[in-house]
């Protein structure tokens, strides 16, 4: 089956770094995205990781172990406006009919001053 | 703005009538994708178009269908409605399903089932 796991809730204040974490069992893997949604809006695209590693994208770094089925968002320099659900998302197979994503449930993450 | 359109923004209806949500991929996109956003299950992937063809199904009930015309926007329709059924609904759109693409996020219809 299909799983994607990450924590439901975090809480962090401005200023500091926090990680969210996400674990993936998937039938096959072709890249592992991460997007940001605040409430009732449309997902944005945040960063996608294909092969092992950190991509670093200004204040936002996505990590990814593919051996372990594991992927984190690092946040740095925390502000208000990133309280949002950060959804974690993978694309199981290329070979596979087409290029759907399969979405984690979300980590909602609350920035307090 | 991710340049997907979705219309309408807001929808509210009875049980056991149907209803027909549009979508515009962005301009140049030939993948468009449908997903429901409820509260307890997260975004869950519907349904996916290339170029007016489907190309992957997902967890989409036989009530619901879809079509994706020449002009590439698409329309999903969701008939004998139930309450269970109110949800976010986003269209997403994406360059070239032939090799892995971000997708672009429309604004989302709201459905709601009386």
């Known amino acids: 089956g299909q799983n994607i796991d990450q924590p439901t809730e975090m809480t962090a204040t401005e200023g500091a770094i926090v990680q969210i974490n996400c674990t993936y069992q998937?039938?096959?893997?072709?890249?592992l995205f991460w997007y940001q949604q605040h409430a009732g809006e449309a997902p944005t695209f945040l960063s996608y990781?294909?092969?092992?590693g950190l991509e670093e994208k200004g204040r936002f770094s996505s990590f990814l172990s593919r051996s372990k089925g594991y992927s984190y968002l690092l946040l740095k320099e925390l502000q208000m406006k990133d309280s949002a659900s950060y959804l974690c998302?993978?694309?199981?197979?290329?070979?596979?009919?087409?290029?759907?994503?399969?979405f984690g449930k979300g980590t909602t993450l609350s920035v307090s001053s | 703005d991710s340049g997907v359109t979705q219309t309408p923004k807001h929808l509210i209806t009875a049980t056991g009538q149907r209803v027909t949500l549009r979508c515009s991929p962005r301009s140049g996109d030939l993948s468009v994708y449908w997903y429901q956003q409820s509260l307890d299950q997260g975004l869950q992937f519907l349904i996916q178009?290339?170029?007016?063809?489907?190309?992957a199904k997902g967890n989409i009930l036989e009530r619901f269908s879809a079509q994706q015309f020449p002009d590439l926007h698409s329309e999903l329709n969701l008939s004998s409605l139930e309450l269970g059924d109110s949800a976010l609904y986003f269209c997403?759109?994406?360059?070239?399903?032939?090799?892995?693409?971000?997708?672009?996020f429309g604004p989302g219809t709201r459905l709601t089932v009386t």
């Open positions: 990781n294909v092969l092992d």
């Open positions: 997403a759109s994406s360059v070239d399903p032939g090799r892995q693409a971000e997708q672009y």
């Open positions: 998937t039938s096959g893997f072709n890249g």
């Open positions: 998302a993978v694309s199981p197979s290329l070979n596979q009919a087409g290029t759907a994503l399969i």
């Open positions: 178009y290339y170029n007016g063809e489907e190309r």
